[in-house]
């Protein structure tokens, strides 16, 4: 995990958050994947539940240790596929808890022992709450059926990213979604009232995005959801069969009928935003069943998602600061995920940017996606500025070319409200998405010109139906994202210049 230091800790097998004697540095560096996690820069009045909850979209938890006075805690996952996946995502998205971000990384130990202490009695007896495994099935659930509402709606939620949450604990069968008032709300029904209670002890509370989209969770008094039609406000997975109607879902049961008022969500986040907020997750066409979440958790970004943190970025803040560049850099991979208006190398180290984005949900975006990515040699920091926009040099006064005024730049992906490529936005990858083939370009023409600056090409796809575009596999994500750099609008000839963008799939 790039953004964690080198010098990690281990603790003897026996140790508790009150015995630090027990605590001492290891000459060895975490690189060795482990089914145990340090995690550090804890808060001071952490608990024990927020702790676990980092880890429980990954797999079960299957133990805690809490070292309090240290601001550490190592815990241990059902297995080290679990463990792996838990930091391949934060190193990839910053989890920030009570608006501060704490580093993940392998433990040297292969398993926690803990003892009876104090501290270690309320860490389990939250596993025990928290867990999935741990429900209490001999306590039958009221329903199977879950009223969701979402408190301080700072952005968009739809039904797929309620879907994608909730699959974590069960099949969803059916599910609802409407305002009522003025909240929205959904209803979400399993098949059987374990995986109703699982849900509900794990996700009351949480916030979708950090600071806001709270999940409040309870029983609902229905026993089960009847849909008539599959749209964005209803759906049954039992059904496919079921027409897409008005986008108005039908609803027999009077309780539900009456719940239902006209617009679900505003298509603006916030006040004066010219598009919809592109939604954290990655959303999995509907099918006929939504399957419970894999642990690679290989379709979903952030289920449960306080703990995963997006930092809200306060209106009119678009700029982004990034620091350990490579000098020789020129350019950022940021235009994947908005428009770059303006850029300036700071004068006195030439290793940190001002990136200023065209608005606050693009620099979201980018510093989401972008932060501890490895480029050219350096894991690159993404984080706000406090500026609120980047200076242009004043007329007559030179800056050796430091700023850079990208505002009428061609390259622009997102210009038009409501772009199409908002919904092919992804993370970082080592597979890229290639368009805008033209037809006398073949795939050795292709392979040649990645392999051009040094990148090693593992595999190449045409798209069977369109060779306008491809599929190319680099050798890691750091080669990905340089290739893309390099090539993203490169001349191939007969006037067809070639767009570069991450891709969803591998080859």
Known sequence: FSSVSNVPYIMSTAANGNDNKKFK???????????????????????????????LPFGDVTNLLMLKAKNQAFLEMNSEEAAQNMV?????????IRHQPVF?????????????????????????????????????????????????LAYPVTLDALCQIFSKFGTVL???????????????????????????????????????????????????LNVKYNNEKSRDFTRPDLPSGDSQPAIEHPAMAAAFTPGIISAAPYAGATHAFPPAFTIQPAGLTFPALPGALSSLSLPGATRLGFPHI???????????????????????????????????NKENALVQ????????????????????????????????SVQLPREGHEDQGLTKNYSNSPLHRFKKPGSKNYSNIFP????????NIPPSVSEEDLKMLFSSSGAVVKAFKFFQKDHKMALIQMSSVEEAIESLMEFHNHDLGENH?????????SI
């Not at 391949?88 to 920030?96: E, Q």
């Not at 970082?428 to 368009?435: I, Y």
């Open 104 to 152: 993940v990384q392998f433990s040297n130990h292969k398993e926690l022992k803990t003892d009876n202490s104090p501290n270690q009695e309320r860490a389990q007896a939250a596993l025990r709450a928290l867990s999935t495994s741990h429900v209490d099935t001999t306590v039958a659930a009221p329903s199977s059926v879950l009223r969701v509402v979402v408190d301080n």
């Open 357 to 388: 984005m065209s608005d606050r949900t693009q620099a979201q975006l980018a510093m989401s996606h972008l932060n501890g990515y490895r480029l050219y040699g350096r894991n690159v920091r993404i984080t706000l500025s406090k500026h609120t």
């Open 428 to 435: 970082p990858s080592a597979t890229l998405h290639l368009s």
């Open 174 to 224: 059916r599910i609802i979604v409407f305002t009522k008032n003025s909240q929205f709300q959904a209803l979400l029904q399993y098949p059987d009232g374990a995986s109703a209670q699982a849900a509900k002890l794990s996700l009351d509370g949480q916030n979708i995005y950090n600071s806001c989209c709270t999940l409040r969770i309870s029983f609902s008094k229905l026993t089960s």
């Open 25 to 55: 540095g290891d000459v060895r560096g975490p690189s060795v994947p482990s089914r145990v996690l340090h995690i550090r820069k804890l808060p001071s009045d952490i608990t024990e539940t927020e702790v676990i909850g980092l880890g």
């Open 314 to 348: 306060p209106t009119g803040h678009c700029v982004l600061l990034v620091t350990n560049l490579n000098p020789e850099v020129s350019q950022l991979p940021q235009r994947v995920y908005g428009d770059v208006m303006r850029v300036k190398i700071l004068f006195n």
């Open 88 to 96: 391949g995502y934060y190193s990839t998205v910053m989890p920030i």
């Open 497 to 505: 210049h070639l767009r570069v963008s991450f891709s969803k799939s």
